[in-house]
């Protein structure tokens, strides 16, 4: 394996590295740092845990410490937690040289992050939604945007899925042309979408796309010390069976995420819990942004042992205590099972999955065991009835109570509230569709 000296990487940035305790580059670190620093294009495709945040950040601090001159680069991220560890880890390989990172994601003031962006940060961290929004709302602002030179898609399936297709076409507006700049991909799951691009026209005076997948990707895209296990539990008793879960000799100190397919069961699991005398925090979308970065923050603190969320929390975040994910509900696509189980056994570590099956999983679990190539094997270490029962009766108490603080909280009126607006969004969206005409298919690279 090379060094990061011998892939171009400059002394003062291996010092910040080395501070972080990251000595040695990773496969796709050793294999993309090179060529991006030669200006190539680049899709760089690697399980989760590999190192792809550094992959695309020291080559683009390497050539901006050469000429630090306005906005130099723009990352785009799905989500606002992935979006804050990135600028995370920005920060903290430039803090030796004034390295300044504007952060913009929903959830804070607009106008604040509109007028630093206008102040011309050195590297933008962002999520489409809100960028986008700041294009439309203050043109004027976004200028120095024209001018970066690096475009990095983090978590690229997801992007380029329709979700953020809208956003990201107001995005690329403000952008220069890919001509002149280098578009940089990176993603733990190469899919369809990601790999087309290697066939799509290369602008005359650019060099090809570099493109990095891991050999044989699908065979090793769960960590080999990365224990798989599932438990048959019949649907009335979920709670019970993630609370002697939680509890047992096994991982009664683990450090533990428990991933749910919903904002109401991520907060009804977080309340039961939390009345079971557990350290627990949540994470999901009906959360103020504010109580989102404490969750996480109690968790990174070890202030919390448990953390339930939604999706919001699968991609891309690292945490390295993370002993235990719980699959509470399996996700409908195999691939978000692989980013939720990603979360642990990292970088080399060990840690254990479980997932908790009812008979309306069983498809899905065909479906992620198909795609992973894998089969699970079933956790048996709670199979005593008597303790189940114990567990039920404390686990509903609490149940009902968390059903009556929601209640009371008017957490499920907020919900629907949340859900008529996005509904009407929707209908107006679809109405301007029918008036407008559709942009041009997007060139990424």
Request: hydrophobic share 40%; with cysteine; glycine share 6%.
């Amino acid at each position: 394996m090379k060094s990061f000296e011998e892939i171009g990487v400059p002394a003062w940035l291996r010092e910040a590295l080395h501070a972080m305790r990251i000595t040695t580059p990773t496969p796709i670190q050793a294999a993309t740092i090179p060529e991006i620093l030669k200006g190539r294009d680049c899709i760089g495709g690697a399980k989760t845990g590999s190192g792809k945040t550094i992959a695309f950040a020291a080559p683009m601090l390497t050539k901006w410490a050469e000429d630090p001159c306005g906005i130099f680069g723009i990352v785009l991220t799905p989500t606002r937690e992935l979006a804050m560890q990135i600028a995370e880890q920005f920060t903290a390989l430039g803090a030796n040289i004034n390295l300044r990172v504007e952060l913009v994601i929903g959830g804070e003031s607009m106008i604040e992050q509109s007028n630093r962006i206008k102040e011309n940060p050195d590297f933008v961290i962002a999520t489409p939604g809100r960028l986008a929004h700041i294009m439309m709302e203050h043109p004027d602002d976004v200028r120095g945007l024209k001018r970066v030179k690096y475009l990095v898609l983090d978590e690229a399936d997801r992007l380029l899925t329709d979700t953020f297709g809208e956003d990201l076409a107001t995005c690329m507006n403000s952008l220069p042309e890919p001509t002149k700049r280098q578009t940089l991909l990176f993603t733990a799951t190469v899919t369809d979408s990601v790999r087309s691009l290697k066939d799509k026209h290369v602008e005359d005076g650019k060099q090809p796309v570099f493109i990095y997948e891991l050999d044989k990707m699908d065979d090793v895209i769960i960590p080999e010390k990365l224990y798989l296990g599932f438990m048959l539990t019949p649907f009335m008793v979920k709670e019970a069976m993630l609370h002697d879960l939680l509890t047992g000799e096994d991982y009664v100190d683990a450090s533990c995420i428990v991933f749910v397919n919903r904002s109401e069961t991520a907060e009804t699991l977080r309340r039961i819990l939390f009345k079971l005398d557990i350290k627990v925090t949540s994470l999901h979308s009906q959360l103020p942004q504010q109580e989102r970065t404490n969750s996480l923050q109690r968790f990174r603190a070890g202030a919390a042992r448990v953390l339930v969320t939604t999706d919001l929390g699968s991609r891309g975040l690292d945490i390295p205590i993370v002993k235990l994910v719980i699959n509470y509900d399996i996700p409908r696509d195999p691939d978000d099972f692989i980013h939720r189980v990603g979360r642990t056994a990292r970088a080399g570590r060990k840690g254990d999955a479980i997932s908790l099956v009812t008979p309306n999983d069983i498809k899905r679990i065909m479906a992620i065991e198909k795609r992973i190539d894998r089969k699970m094997e079933e956790y048996k270490k709670i199979t005593d009835n008597q303790l189940i029962k114990k567990s039920l009766k404390a686990v509903s108490k609490a149940k009902v109570e968390a059903r009556m603080d929601m209640e009371r909280d008017g957490f499920n009126t907020r919900t629907k509230l949340r859900k008529r607006r996005l509904e009407l969004e929707r209908d107006y969206e679809e109405g301007a569709e029918k008036h407008v005409k559709k942009s041009d298919k997007i060139h990424w690279v």
